[in-house]
């Protein structure tokens, strides 16, 4: 009886634990909890961690940081890691933290599974969605100044939007970043600088945040707005009176990836969060939420409203030139875009 007593305890403990705890062969370890640095916007990063922990049991705490100063923190706290995961910023930036040592590689299954552009090959980082850039226009707005629809990059050069266009600065956004190198990308390093140059009137203000100029566009702070595109549909599904141009000569887009930063406490959690991100379960969530961001798995479902990634002018950007480069060519815009302002 004492023996059958002592066993019944024993299955009611196994149970009661998560499922975590038998992951990726580490029984010895106990997956509670994992923490992780967002460069996510904060609203969807909760909405994605929220679902995890729905699923797996495993408590996930975040700060949301944009990928300049996320990267920065890593780099600082080298020695004494004070979270486990880096999720999102531009796969470019991923690449940077692998050269500096401070994130591990980790293949599995589901990495395995991933299409080769949205894994390094090595394992040390994946993307877990996709996302087209463009420009979201108050239609309010811009019939308040009486100017055209622009249908190009050229055409935000047109001095009837003077001061009416808010986009992200690279020295702190990912998002900018990426316009910075899908221009180079499409014109080559002398004309997309100077074009960058000859925006600078039409340009209201470079946010620090890779989101703001979504919520400056939609309230009619500006006429138009340039970022990737998830916020954007968020504000037409809620009814503001945005438009959505994909400019004619293309446009870049964003494939934020995951990393397990190294030295983390979670180790076995951290694994679990990266599964989770790219498998079917994980990447539905994306439109069951109104992310609004395109999955990575070709299984996951795409949110109302989104127009098909393969139906888009997109401009492909080399990962690892966009990471080696990406210093050089945010100190350039500093120094020859910025002072034109």
Known sequence: MKKRLIFCILIVLLVSLPFSVFANGQKDVKA???????SVDEGNAKLILDAFTADTGITASFVHLSSGPALARITAEANNPQADVWLGAPSETHV??????LTIPYKSAAYNDLPAQFKDPDGYWRSFYMNPMAFAVNTKALAKIGAPMPKSWMDLLNPVYKGQIQMPTPQSSGTAYN???SLVTIWGE????????????NVQTYTSSGTAPSKGVAVGQCAIGIQFTPAFFKFIDEGYPLKVVFPSEGVGFEAPAVSIIKGAKNLAAAKILVDWLVSKQGQDVLSEKKTFFYPVNPK???GKGMPKF??????????EWAGQNKARLVNKWVNEVLPAK
């Open 190 to 201: 002398k004309k997309a600088f100077d074009y960058m140059e000859k925006l600078n009137p």
């Open 96 to 101: 940077i933290a692998k050269e500096k040592g």
């Open 310 to 319: 393969s139906e888009l002018k997109t401009v492909a950007i080399d990962v």
């Open 300 to 302: 996951a479902a795409l």
């Open 32 to 38: 509670d909890k994992v923490v992780i640095y967002a």
């Open 179 to 181: 316009i910075v190198g």
